[in-house]
């Protein structure tokens, strides 16, 4: 369910996007939010990365290759970009929940 909101609310902002850029820009000639959905994606792979390379550091500390300093400053790292990603989509859920409430 809420994987079909996040792709409904992609989607949504990707039409935004195409008929701002169409146009010229945004009103008021504002084309930086234009370049939202690169920001999110690199985000999304950002998090991948620091993910990988937690698991990465911590295949290597079970055979002595990694300091245990390496191993929680890698998972830290994992863990804050996991939740910075998750709290990015519950923001982006809610607001396409209020955008959806909204009389037309």
Sequence with gaps: ???AKIN????????A?????QKGGLP?????DVSFSNMVGDAV?????????????GQQ?????ASMDDLVLAVS?????LKT?????????????DIIKMPV
Aim: proline letters at 0%; aromatic letters at 4%.
């Design 28 to 32: 008021g000639g504002d084309t930086a």
């Design 1 to 3: 369910m809420v994987d």
């Design 85 to 97: 990603i998750v709290a990015v989509r519950d923001r982006v859920i809610s607001a396409y929940q």
């Design 8 to 15: 409904l609310a992609a989607s949504a902002y990707k039409q």
């Design 61 to 65: 500390s079970l055979v002595n290759a």
């Design 17 to 21: 996007a195409n008929i701002a850029q």
């Design 45 to 57: 792979s950002n998090t991948t990365q620091a993910i990988g390379k937690a698991e990465m550091v």
């Design 77 to 81: 790292n994992a863990e804050l970009a």
